[in-house]
């Protein structure tokens, strides 16, 4: 379903225990215009250098052009591997093993904006002279294939990219169990968070690639290591537990968020999800035995009978 309105659900929290009041807003919208309108009501209220809008890129910036290798096909393979690990329709035995089969997806495919217009939407943000993060569950190893499109479909993010103190091009961990203050992390979020030992992330061109990471912790990370703090934060997601999270995270903090669930690709994500997948799993099929005859990587020897 498709909700015309972009205020069809607002949650507005207010935290008394901050000298101002705090309001995190939570939208359900399909029209990134929506955003627009926010983010141009935030800097009229705070100024344009205290305004921050931050981007998930699978089903908000870019979409894929087949269903084999979308975001909705990574979720129901992930589903499989834990709930149904022997299904004939799994790409791979293990969890590595899938984001080998999606790196090799995003080499070969191509994707498109949700919205043809989202590159000149986001361009106008850009013109204000609103900072912009790529926050992204993809892992650095993704980050070529993921340039490419961003640069294919017209988006330019490092121009806007938000300013870190340090270079974060190389591999660093987000934070350190032992010691979440240099993160800007307390024991408390960390214990609700239920954040597990860092993984390595990056951040380069402005994207920030946290390789599954909890976002509302890769979020206050990155704030902490920003050159300057901010006081109001857009946050776009197609995910509506990633826009939870990163709420819950902020609000805590004095400053004012809005959290958009961006509905624009609702309609085929559902249509993937209900569809018995006999034609993405034969895809998948006959890709692989192409590149195993072409490569000549031949099928491990069945195991003697005993």
């Not at 361009?123 to 499109?149: H, N, P, Y």
């Not at 974060?168 to 992390?185: I, K, M, Q, R, V």
């Amino acid at each position: 379903m498709i909700f015309r309105s972009p205020r069809f659900l607002r949650l507005v929290v207010v935290l008394l225990a901050f000298a101002r009041p705090v309001a995190a807003d939570f939208y359900e919208t399909p029209e990134f215009a929506d955003v627009v309108a926010r983010t141009e009501e935030y800097v009229a209220k705070y100024g344009v250098d205290q305004v921050l809008l931050v981007l998930d890129i699978d089903n908000t910036l870019l979409a894929s052009d087949t269903a084999l290798g979308s975001d909705q096909w990574f979720d129901w393979q992930e589903y499989l591997l834990a709930q149904e690990p022997d299904s004939p329709h799994l790409v791979a035995d293990d969890f590595p093993g899938l984001l080998n089969a999606q790196g090799l997806l995003f080499t070969l495919g191509s994707m498109h904006p949700p919205q043809a217009d989202l590159p000149e939407l986001i361009g106008e943000i850009q013109a204000t002279g609103v900072k912009t993060l790529v926050l992204t569950s993809r892992g650095d190893e993704f980050r070529t294939a993921t340039g490419r499109e961003l640069r294919a479909n017209g988006y330019d993010l490092a121009k806007s990219a938000l300013e870190t103190k340090e270079s974060l091009a190389t591999p660093f961990l987000p934070y350190d169990l032992d010691d979440l203050a240099a993160a800007g992390l307390s024991t408390t979020e960390a214990e609700a968070m239920k954040l597990k030992p860092a993984k390595a992330a990056t951040y380069r061109d402005g994207v920030f690639m946290t390789a599954g990471q909890h976002k509302g912790a890769m979020l206050i990370a990155m704030l902490h290591r920003a050159k300057q703090p901010y006081k109001a934060i857009v946050y776009v997601d197609d995910h509506n537990h990633h826009v939870v999270r990163v709420l819950d995270a902020l609000m805590r903090r004095g400053v004012d968020v809005s959290g958009f669930h961006y509905l624009r690709e609702e309609n085929l994500v559902d249509a993937f999800r209900y569809s018995d997948k006999s034609d993405v799993s034969r895809q998948w099929r006959r890709l692989d035995q192409t590149l195993k005859r072409i490569f000549e990587v031949e099928e491990p020897a069945a195991a003697p009978a005993e």
